[in-house]
């Protein structure tokens, strides 16, 4: 240890010395990890390099304490108010052994993530996608097939090479083998997409290097690896959830707020403030209108009002109702925010809405629905006005329905957005106040509310531009208060598109789980699962005749009710009678109190030959949903206290009545009876299943409720119609998503 018997003026040089030594090694890692590292990575490993910052900050404090201690003594010897001494005492001028230690693990670390993110260039420059693994959710405990899913979602042109540091640093030459043939695989192929899935930071073993394409989905093992081999990984149709792509393009953001906010002007500002740096910029331009806006301006001396629109009449938004919701529905808007990212906002309904809770609750409902189509999301954007009294009464049910639906760890998503903030200095004012309270006595602890996911904008710079657009007059010195606020609206606008391309993905059936959730997906199954059954009793009546009937789904393009009550006469398939859909594409046009929404219809094709399932395997299947039904139920109505209806109770009694209506209507119907009297059957054998259940108190886990959806789609005549659901909520999406082209926006 280097030690010092202080002295005269050269003691004060060595200790200024000591003091520039420090701040200038501390300077030097910053600019290391913030500017050098952040480069090279290009938007990759965010969590990797979010820790080296988070150790910084910890040697940051370490070194402030450090140099207060020899400033003191600085101050003292210049002063000469030290005593002559002390002042031979000797100091250390090594950094302290815990600062010395963690200026170590930041090298090493900050080497590490340089050493990746010379890989991830090398990749790009090979023309690979490089992928970790981690922002997908894969980690332990999930199944290969899920794990296949994720990385491959509906690519039917890619190919993917497994790998981590360790497989690559220990076995060089392998991983070079595997990597040079993608590579001229890939130029036989040029539709080929490469993809380097890096397990490096996720919790899931991999357990040997591999490479597999969407193409044969057969793992080729590493031949000079002696590791154990691993499961064959097979591809497996899709999930009824799309995973989105490796790229993650589309940052999706939901945005939620009260009626009044300011919701749609906020994503108006925003756009406009990424586009246009400047207010004479804007102005000079074409200002962007991603949703038209309609707001009341005072002018001139008389105080007259007038009413301020910008943009064409938007059927989706309701300016009459003065404290309805002016967004009626849930629709995505969609805007380049970087030269790789899309952003995603879904506006919604505010809450308070003046119609009263009962209108909250159903466009809460009308939130959740749409977000069922949603794969994952990015984050929840809470947006606020700085200065209210107080919160509204139903932001309490809000926040509480969001934590059913979600699960708790969507608190760590949590975005908190200000409008209207030049009032208060561009700061959350008195509402953070309020926040805080509230969050305090909130049953959900340790909700993220602090500066780096709070923001604070101001729309009035933007509500100034469409005014001068209207032909409105202001006087020269409330421009020059609109050029200040634009200006640090800018700024925050990129901090604000800079945390959101950082943000991880919020993902159904990962993390995103909930009784609320779950309760979505056991409604949206309740259909495929019965007309699965109902088919596979048609197949077995058949099965003896050589004959089968093929079922068939058509998604609706468009939202629609099926109608069981009118119109629907019974088609003959080979002797057996089937009830058609009969749907309604104009919502509202059928009186019928039997009707309901579905997202595709059936069709079926009889088939000279029967199935290739054997009679055993048919009824084993039909043996397994009888179990599925009812555990599903059971949990459905457990977790509904509200609901005392058995809704595949309901659906059971429909089918059953359908050819109970066919038998009677129709003359040859020998086949139809047989299978009116096995779905009667089948609805005892639920009835009494459901009763022991109810007994015994049986009840399943979230988590096994779930693993019971999954088996589901395991089923091929169920898995066709859910993949019909799929293509429907993928139209609902696009349907209710407005596209908005953005040149260029401010670096």
Same mark, same amino acid.
């Given at each position: 240890m280097l030690k010092l018997i202080l002295c005269k003026s050269e003691d004060i040089e060595t200790l200024e010395y000591y003091l520039l030594q420090q701040k200038s090694e501390l300077k030097v890692l910053n600019f290391c990890v913030n500017h050098n590292l952040f480069e090279l990575l290009q938007g990759k490993c965010q969590k990797?390099?979010?820790?080296?910052?988070?150790?910084l900050s910890e040697l940051h404090v370490l070194h402030v304490k450090d140099i207060e201690r020899v400033h003191n003594v600085l101050l003292k010897i210049r002063n000469e108010t030290i005593n002559q001494s002390l002042i031979k005492?000797? #100091?250390?001028? @090594?950094?302290?052994?815990?600062?010395q230690q963690l200026i170590k693990n930041i090298t090493n670390h900050i080497n590490a993530l340089k050493s990746k993110g010379n890989l991830i260039k090398q990749l790009q420059s090979d023309g690979f996608e490089y992928c970790d693994v981690a922002?997908?959710?894969i980690r332990n405990g999930l199944e290969g097939d899920r794990i296949n899913d994720m990385l491959f979602g509906n690519d039917s042109h890619k190919a993917i090479f497994l790998s981590n540091d360790k497989f690559r640093n220990d076995d060089q030459v392998g991983w070079v083998e595997l990597y040079s043939e993608m590579i001229q695989e890939s130029k036989t192929n040029p539709q080929l997409r490469? #993809?380097?899935? @890096?397990f490096t930071y996720s919790t899931y073993t991999l357990k040997k290097m591999t490479t597999v394409s969407s193409k044969d989905m057969i793992a080729k093992p590493n031949p000079s690896n002696s590791q154990p081999s691993e499961t064959n990984i097979k591809r497996k149709i899709p999930s009824s959830t799309p995973s989105p792509s490796l790229t993650n393009e589309f940052i999706n953001i939901l945005l939620l707020g009260e009626s009044g906010v300011g919701k749609s002007t906020f994503i108006n500002a925003f756009a406009n403030y990424l586009h246009f740096q400047t207010l004479d910029k804007a102005q000079q331009g074409k200002p962007i209108v991603i949703i038209p806006v309609s707001f009341i301006m005072t002018i001139n001396d008389n105080f007259d009002e007038k009413i301020i629109k910008f943009g064409d009449i938007d059927s989706n938004e309701n300016y009459n109702d003065i404290g309805q919701s002016v967004t009626q529905k849930c629709k995505s808007y969609v805007f380049n925010i970087s030269n790789e990212k899309k952003l995603c906002i879904i506006d919604t309904p505010g809450f308070g809405d003046t119609r009263g809770n009962k209108q909250d609750n159903l466009n809460m409902e009308e939130i959740f629905s749409f977000l069922h189509n949603i794969p994952y999301l990015n984050g929840i954007c809470l947006l606020f006005k700085p200065e209210i009294i107080e919160l509204h009464p139903y932001f309490h049910s809000c926040c509480t329905q969001l934590f059913d639906y979600f699960g708790e760890n969507i608190r760590d998503y949590f975005i908190f957005c200000f409008t209207n903030a030049r009032s208060t200095f561009f700061a959350p004012g008195n509402t953070r106040t309020l926040l805080e309270t509230f969050f305090d006595s909130f049953p959900i602890k340790n909700i993220p509310f602090k500066k780096m996911n709070t923001f604070c904008f101001d729309s009035e710079a933007f509500r100034y531009l469409v005014a001068i657009q209207n032909s409105i007059k202001f006087d020269p010195n409330e421009r020059n208060e609109f050029e200040q606020s634009w200006l640090?609206?800018?700024?925050?606008?990129?901090r604000f598109r800079d945390f959101l391309c950082n943000q991880y993905s919020y993902r159904q059936n990962n993390e995103w789980q909930s009784i609320k959730h779950v309760q979505f997906q056991i409604k949206n199954i309740i259909r495929p699962i019965l007309e699965t059954l109902r088919n596979h009793q048609r197949n077995m009546i058949l099965y003896k005749h050589n004959a089968s009937i093929q079922l068939k789904a058509t998604h609706m393009k468009q939202p629609t009710m099926i109608c069981y009550a009118y119109n629907r006469h019974p088609e003959n398939y080979g002797n057996i009678w089937i009830m058609p859909d009969y749907v309604h594409h104009s919502l509202g046009t059928c009186t019928s109190h039997e009707q309901k929404p579905i997202e595709y219809t059936l069709n079926y094709e009889f088939l000279n030959q029967k199935v290739d399932e054997s009679m055993d395997d048919l009824q084993h299947q039909?043996?397994?949903?009888?179990e599925i039904c009812t555990k599903l139920s059971y949990y459905l109505m457990k977790t509904s206290p509200n609901t005392k209806e058995d809704l595949f109770l309901s659906n059971i009694n429909r089918i059953i009545n359908e050819e109970k209506i066919i038998c009677e209507t129709q003359t040859m119907n020998n086949l139809n009876r047989k299978l009116l009297n096995r779905l009667e059957k089948f609805k005892t054998l639920y009835e009494e299943h459901l009763n022991t259940i109810k007994l015994n108190r049986n009840n399943l886990t979230l988590s096994e409720i779930y693993n019971l959806i999954k088996s589901v789609y395991g089923i091929s005549m169920i898995k066709t119609q859910l993949n019909a659901i799929k293509k429907y909520q993928q139209n609902l999406i696009l349907n209710n998503q407005?596209?908005?082209?953005?040149?260029?926006?401010?670096?």
């Open positions: 990797q390099l979010k820790n080296i910052q988070e150790e005492e000797e #100091v250390s001028l @090594d950094s302290p052994e815990e600062i922002d997908l959710g490469l #993809v380097y899935a @890096d640090k609206s800018v700024d925050e606008s990129k039909c043996d397994g949903i009888y407005h596209n908005v082209h953005i040149n260029k926006t401010c670096s």
